[in-house]
């Protein structure tokens, strides 16, 4: 797994912190990931969360992560609102036309959601 990041973090930023995407919490992923994603980048999604963000950046409770195909291979890029930290990660498994191109992670407080665009409001 290759991971690049850009970052232009201010230090008012990293002094925030915040207790979003805790992996103690129920986590899901809803009917349209389950249908348009194989597991291995369901499980990759909460993996690059745990291992790759938290605890290195304040997180939001709403994570965007688009899909691009990289040489035949998927590359997840991590976004979030409000902040100038972006990643890419690079993953061992091949892209599919049919993948999605964005997805979120969703953390209601209670529990962890990824979603399809579709499935979410944004506010």
Request: aromatic residues 12%.
């Amino acid at each position: 797994m290759i991971i690049k990041i850009k970052t232009f973090v201010d230090s008012k930023e990293v002094n925030q912190m915040f207790e979003s995407f805790d992996s103690s919490r129920n986590r899901y992923a809803s009917v349209g990931v389950v249908s348009s994603l194989p597991d291995e980048l369901i499980d990759s999604i909460w993996f690059i969360i745990d291992l790759d963000l938290k605890g290195v950046i304040p997180l939001e409770n709403i994570l965007t992560f688009d899909l691009i195909e990289n040489r035949g291979k998927v590359t997840m890029h991590f976004s979030q609102a409000g902040s100038n930290v972006e990643m890419d990660i690079d993953l061992p498994f091949a892209y599919s036309n049919q993948f999605p191109a964005q997805v979120y992670a969703y953390d209601d407080g209670t529990r962890e959601t990824i979603l399809l665009p579709s499935e979410i409001r944004q506010y």
